[in-house]
């Protein structure tokens, strides 16, 4: 198991994350983009993310071999970030987004695939994953000093310098042993034909939805309230620090609860801390709690669906499984998070935009609920 080389590779490609996440939507707002417009080219990854996956997965799973594509993905979503630096308006940006959204998409599902594969069911994904977390949280925390300091187009310079950073470590990650065919469970139509796959990917596509204000507009939101961008900083960083102990416990997690039940305990958090967002953020107090629960929101979610996912679409399928999660979840829930939040956020403000979170929290909820019904059992227990 080569943790090392996957652990680093992690670190910087959630370092990336942690400086766009935050900070892009500032920097487009300090070039003049209004709301609706930063909403539009958030959404640019999702969309990307709807087929660009299912597309590289399914390359992968053919060649039997995925760190030759996740190399390539690197390097090309590398230049495509390159043109955000070099552009001017609304749609030359559209078009360099768009570019380095069709490759870097490509990258999250592979390297997952490539992580459990080496594991061969054996504990450690939480541990590894941990380090993405914690490359997010030096990002965030850096680059909330800097901005202090600095102007804000350094945003798009840490961003290189970050994926000049994973195209290297892609490099030193091994390939891992071919999958067995014969642990695939079927096809991949008649895995998705199964009731509790199909409720897993839906849940999961509108809790993405639910974070789509979190992730466009929590770092705007902080910031028309009065907070620094220190802070805004500090308070992204306490997310991501609860993530890491989730991902840390992960396997006692696995062991003590049915990944059903927390499924369901992540999409009920996720109704009452989205709302109290929107309406309570002048109290610093209450959104230090709430961030802690992004640990729950996301991280817990979040692993217990990638180990469904793992052991449903087994073998052959493993990165088209893992791509079609990244699709359906990320793409489909992150689009429409991004584009609604987009649209509400001037007409009617924060607290109704992040109220709506909650809706989409509660609707992936009855989701799970009915389609994934306890009487199925679990049937996807995989340690993580």
Not at 99 to 114: C, I, K
Request: net charge positive; hydrophobic share 55%; aromatic share 14%.
């Amino acid at each position: 198991m080569p943790f090392a080389r996957l652990s680093a590779y992690y670190f910087f490609y959630y370092a990336f994350i942690g400086v766009f996440m935050p900070y892009f939507a500032l920097y487009l707002q300090g070039r003049g983009f209004p709301s609706a417009q930063i909403g539009f080219l958030l959404s640019i990854m999702q969309w990307m993310r709807l087929a660009a996956p299912n597309l590289w997965g399914w390359l992968a799973d053919r060649a039997g071999r995925r760190m030759p594509v996740m190399r390539i993905a690197a390097l090309c979503s590398f230049c495509g970030f390159l043109g955000i630096w070099l552009g001017e308006g609304l749609w030359s940006i559209a078009l360099a987004l768009a570019v380095m959204g069709f490759f870097w998409t490509a990258q999250s599902p592979l390297a997952e695939a490539t992580t459990f594969a080496h594991l061969a069911g054996r504990h450690g994904y939480g541990r590894v994953r941990a380090w993405g977390s914690f490359g997010f949280v030096v990002a965030v925390l850096g680059m909330g000093w800097w901005l202090e300091r600095a102007s804000i187009d350094w945003v798009i310079h840490a961003g290189i310098v970050m994926l000049a950073a994973i195209v290297l470590t892609s490099l030193t990650v091994p390939e891992a042993p071919p999958a067995d065919k014969r642990a695939s469970g079927g096809s991949l139509l008649s895995i998705l034909r199964r009731r509790e796959v199909l409720a897993l990917l839906v849940s999961c596509m509108l809790m993405t939805a639910a974070h789509g204000a979190l992730n466009v507009f929590y770092s705007i939101h902080l910031v028309e309230a009065g907070y620094g961008k220190s802070v805004v900083g500090l308070l992204w960083t306490l997310g991501v620090l609860a993530e890491i102990l989730v991902f840390m416990w992960a396997p006692r997690l696995m062991g003590r609860f049915r990944l059903r039940s927390m499924l369901l305990l992540a999409l009920l958090v996720a109704v009452g801390r989205f709302a109290l967002i929107g309406w309570g953020v002048e109290w610093i107090g209450l959104l230090l709690g709430l961030q802690l629960l992004h640990g729950i929101t996301f991280g817990l979610n979040h692993i217990c669906a990638i180990s469904a996912v793992s052991k449903w679409f087994a073998g052959a399928h493993q990165a088209q499984g893992q791509a079609l999660y990244g699709s359906i979840s990320f793409g489909a829930g992150g689009i429409i998070g991004s584009l609604v939040s987009g649209a509400l956020w001037d007409g009617v403000g924060g607290g109704w935009t992040f109220t709506a979170s909650s809706v989409f929290a509660l609707l992936g909820l009855v989701v799970l609920w009915l389609g994934w019904p306890a009487r199925l059992g679990e049937g996807e227990k995989r340690d993580a």
